[in-house]
């Protein structure tokens, strides 16, 4: 049984930063792909960025030159930086880890953007 933990999230200004965690606890290795998404209430859940074990990276057009995800492939952790925060960022954040056949969600941290 694998699960992602996630941390990071809170209060923050417009223009502000945070920096979001997630580690993986469990029987996973190898390579999995490990990122983030975001939903708000009646909203449909989005992609906001992924990675590779080997360091591949996808973002969101809306977070691209803002947001960097990395990730520590012996503390099974992904991280994601978020810089020049926008109010449209708000969102509960949630964690993904994808391996063949498991994908597997964290609880969500909830960042909210608010002046």
């Known amino acids: 049984q694998v699960q992602l933990v996630e941390s990071g999230g809170g209060l923050v200004q417009p223009g502000g930063s945070l920096r979001l965690s997630c580690a993986a606890s469990?029987?996973?290795?190898?390579?999995?792909?490990m990122g983030w998404y975001r939903q708000d209430p009646g909203k449909e859940r989005e992609l906001v960025a992924s990675i590779s074990s080997d360091g591949y990276t996808n973002y969101v057009e809306s977070v691209k030159g803002r947001f960097t995800i990395s990730r520590d492939n012996a503390k099974k952790t992904v991280y994601l930086q978020m810089n020049s925060l926008k109010l449209e960022d708000t969102a509960v954040y949630y964690c993904?880890?994808?391996?063949?056949?498991?994908?597997?969600w964290g609880q969500g941290t909830q960042v909210i953007v608010s002046s």
């Open positions: 469990g029987n996973i290795f190898g390579v999995y792909i």
């Open positions: 993904n880890l994808r391996k063949s056949v498991q994908t597997i």
